[in-house]
């Protein structure tokens, strides 16, 4: 990301959506014009008569042509069923998705397709997205009929799609089959068939958690160059939240469903405002501090065991009160909601001003 | 480290698998030891042999593997003798003893390596009574206490594999692999599929156990920040052989081997400046076509033609102070990777 898409004066103007202006203004928006906007997303599932997973509470983001969102948090946070909600493929029990400016209403199925185009979902798994049965070019060739028509030729879009995830010489990946590719190779053909639809936004769920490490930055790079060049909208969902740091502009951090912050990644990653977020922080492993902080055991004394999303009758209180070393009765009785640090920041967190005091007093506002 | 005899001592260990196609060398020569107390750790890409190496130094590989070559030296101080014991040419009985009790290991999918139908607390009495038969009572003690240890609660003992977490599960492979006192504590994998809070409350566990029962660690992965963080030395593997062999802080100073110096410019870091980052383009070699010379060659950005011929023995590292510090390159030394051009990183 560039200096000044990270300085807080150089946010473009507000989108109009007639909707409740947003607490906070995407660092995003510098990228281009908006895409995709989810506003007020809820999703309970009913786990039985009486208990129900609120799995994702309250979130609004907004992806911009060119620009790239991360989602980061743990398992089990809510960022799937916040990818699946945009995708399409599940009903947000409240809330809105707004593309290019219209709500989307799904209800027909020549309406989901047209939004399957646009909005294409890319999985994380390399080793199950793809048919074992069928070699690359029978997967790429199939959607290049179905979202670009039966006129075009089908097989020089395939040879131009191998082309364009790097999978070369094309000729000689399109007759190979699932099992004689690496996994970054499938990765690369999921990618290829998710741009087979020509779609302006791609929700990138995990790609490279399953990959190698040394592996991984090649095929971000790759995301960043196919967003650059095709101007795509990008969703980068991630536990790595170092990874998010180099590839997003905007950073959104959940935890047990909630967005607990968000602003520009950089300052997100370098000064984090929530309790939370200073917790993924502190715990991402740090080869510039060799051994120390492991060995001082101070990690293993602030790091919390299991805290699970919330069940139940709706949750009471702030969703990190059971882990949090800031924690007074107010925490547990009110969930805090997303609060303005400065116009492009914000957390949810009764005590700022303890947890990030430099943050709370306006000290780089 | 200590001039001491190693606990652990693998000896020019070749392993095989013999397929159809050809033999797969997937460990070739390898040399390696383990101090008391000592963390070792063995990074590499999947494929590399890391896994190969440590259940074949333990005998624990099925055909079609094959030991090839080589010594596992055991020198624990339940082994009784003044002489170390060849895990590879140990009887039966004495490998069946030494396995679990003194040498353990945690397996990389904890799901798959716990029974499925047993309870927690049943698993880890198992593991422990198999070799220790202690007292009914003295056994439940150790267990409720192993499971403390490892930051279990202790209504959990009477819970099934599936319905705990994955660091939970991961945690109760961990208690297992204590449970008969071990001197040394294979770990392949342990926390990649964890998430990094679970993974560092873990790994921050394994050192404080590690520190209290003095216990050694050879940890296995393909993260190498996390290495260096939490290993005393670290052993660099590709293509069945070792590339690079240092303590962390030589290790991260002065990489001496591109492909060390390749994974080090692997990962994002969050701390501190924005770095320039690269990966290691392309892709580890099919281990059955054996070239003579550096397996590295196609991916290695120094490759000169002498590369052909380098006979990959560990030689010191040129211009490191590290005692102990070895390479398996003759060309590239740290200085050379200090002053390589920067390329674009990620979002530069
Ligand atoms: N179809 C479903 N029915 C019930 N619970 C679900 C369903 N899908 C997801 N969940 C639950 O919702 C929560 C959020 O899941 P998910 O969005 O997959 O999280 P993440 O992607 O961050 O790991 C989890 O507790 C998960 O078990
Ligand atoms: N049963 C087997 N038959 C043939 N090749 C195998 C077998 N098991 C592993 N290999 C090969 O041996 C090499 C090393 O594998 P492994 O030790 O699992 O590596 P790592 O643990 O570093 O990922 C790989 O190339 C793998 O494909
Ligand atoms: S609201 Fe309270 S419990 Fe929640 S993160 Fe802030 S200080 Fe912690
Ligand atoms: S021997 Fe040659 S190919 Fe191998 S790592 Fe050294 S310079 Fe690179
Ligand atoms: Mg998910
Ligand atoms: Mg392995």
């Known amino acids: ?365 | 480290m200590s001039s001491s005899r190693p606990v652990l001592e693998i000896r020019d260990l070749s392993v095989a698998y013999r397929t159809p196609s050809g033999d797969v060398k997937a460990a070739s020569h390898v040399n390696l030891s383990l101090h008391k107390g000592e963390v070792v750790g063995l990074c590499g890409e999947s494929g590399s042999g890391k896994s190969t190496l440590a259940y074949g130094a333990c005998r624990l590989l099925r055909p079609p593997a094959v030991i090839t070559g080589g010594q596992v030296l055991y020198s624990g101080s339940r082994t009784g003798t003044a002489t170390a014991l060849d895990i590879l040419r140990a009887p039966q009985r004495d490998l069946r003893a030494i396995r679990w009790r003194d040498v353990a290991i945690v397996f990389q999918s904890a799901m798959n390596a716990l029974n499925p139908v047993l309870r927690v607390r049943d698993q880890i009495l198992d593991a422990m009574q198999a070799h220790l038969r202690l007292p009914r009572e003295e056994a439940h003690e150790k267990t409720a206490k192993l499971l403390d240890l490892v930051g279990i609660p202790r209504e959990r003992l009477r819970s099934y594999p599936h319905e705990l977490s994955g660091g939970m599960r991961q945690r109760v492979m961990i208690a297992m692999a204590l449970a008969a006192d071990p001197e040394v504590v294979i770990m392949d994998e342990p926390t990649t599929a964890l998430d990094v809070v679970v993974q560092r409350d873990i790994l921050a566990q394994i050192v404080e156990l590690k520190e209290q029962l003095g216990f050694s660690v050879l940890f296995i992965t393909h993260d190498m920040s996390l290495l260096l963080e939490l290993a005393d030395r670290i052993a660099v593997m590709y293509a069945g052989q070792l590339m690079e062999l240092g303590d962390s802080a030589d290790i991260k100073v002065a990489p001496a081997h591109p492909y060390t110096q390749g994974l080090l410019r692997s990962f994002p870091s969050l701390h501190g400046a924005r770095r320039d980052l690269t990966g290691i383009p392309g892709s580890p070699p099919d281990l059955r076509d054996t070239n003579p010379g550096c397996p590295f060659i196609p991916r290695c950005e120094f490759a000169v033609p002498a590369c052909a011929e380098v006979d990959m023995t560990l030689a010191p590292v040129a211009g490191s102070r590290g005692i102990g510090h070895v390479t398996a390159c003759p060309i590239v030394t740290p200085e050379m990777a200090k002053v390589r051009v920067p390329t674009e990183g990620v979002r530069s």
């Open chain 1, 1 to 365: 990301m560039s200096e000044e898409t990270s300085d807080p004066t150089a946010v473009a103007e507000p989108v109009v959506t007639g909707e409740p202006a947003p607490v906070v203004q995407s660092v995003a928006a510098a990228r281009g014009p908006l895409a995709l906007e989810a506003i007020g997303l809820n999703k309970d599932f009913r786990l039985s008569r009486t208990q129900t997973l609120h799995a994702v509470q309250d979130v609004s983001l907004s992806l911009y042509k060119g620009g790239v969102v991360a989602l980061v948090g743990e398992s089990g946070s809510g960022k799937s069923t916040v990818a699946r909600m945009l995708a399409g493929q599940e009903r947000p029990t409240s809330g809105s998705v707004i593309f290019n400016g219209k709500p989307v209403d799904l209800k027909s199925r020549s309406a989901f397709r047209a939004y399957k185009s646009e909005v294409q979902y890319v999985f994380q798994d390399p080793f199950s997205s793809l048919n074992p049965v069928h070699d690359v070019g029978y997967h790429l060739s199939r959607p290049v009929r179905l979202h670009q028509g039966r006129s075009v030729e089908v097989q020089r879009e395939v040879m131009a799609l191998l082309e364009q995830v790097r999978l070369t010489p094309a000729a000689q990946f399109k007759p190979k089959y699932p099992h004689e590719l690496s996994g970054g190779q499938r990765q690369r053909v999921s990618f290829a068939r998710a741009l087979a639809a020509q779609p302006s936004v791609l929700l990138a769920d995990e790609p490279v958690s399953m990959l190698d490490v040394s592996i991984r930055l090649e095929m971000l790079n790759l995301l960043d160059d196919l967003r650059k060049r095709l101007s795509l909208a990008l969703l980068y969902i991630t536990h790595d939240i170092a990874s998010a740091r180099y590839f997003s502009d905007e950073v959104l951090v959940m935890y047990a469903g909630q967005v607990v912050e968000r602003g520009p990644a950089e300052d997100v990653t370098q000064q984090p405002a929530h309790p939370y977020t200073q917790l993924l922080i502190a715990s991402a492993p740090d080869p510039d501090n060799l051994g120390s902080v492991l060995r001082s055991g101070n990690v293993a004394a602030g790091a919390a065991r299991i805290g699970r999303a919330t069940s139940g009758p709706a949750p009471v209180g702030c969703p990190f009160a059971t882990r949090c070393p800031f924690v007074d009765d107010k925490c547990r009785a009110e969930n805090p909601a997303l609060q303005r640090i400065t116009a492009d920041r914000a957390a949810a967190c009764w005590h700022l001003d303890r947890a990030a005091p430099a943050l709370a007093t306006g000290a780089i506002a």
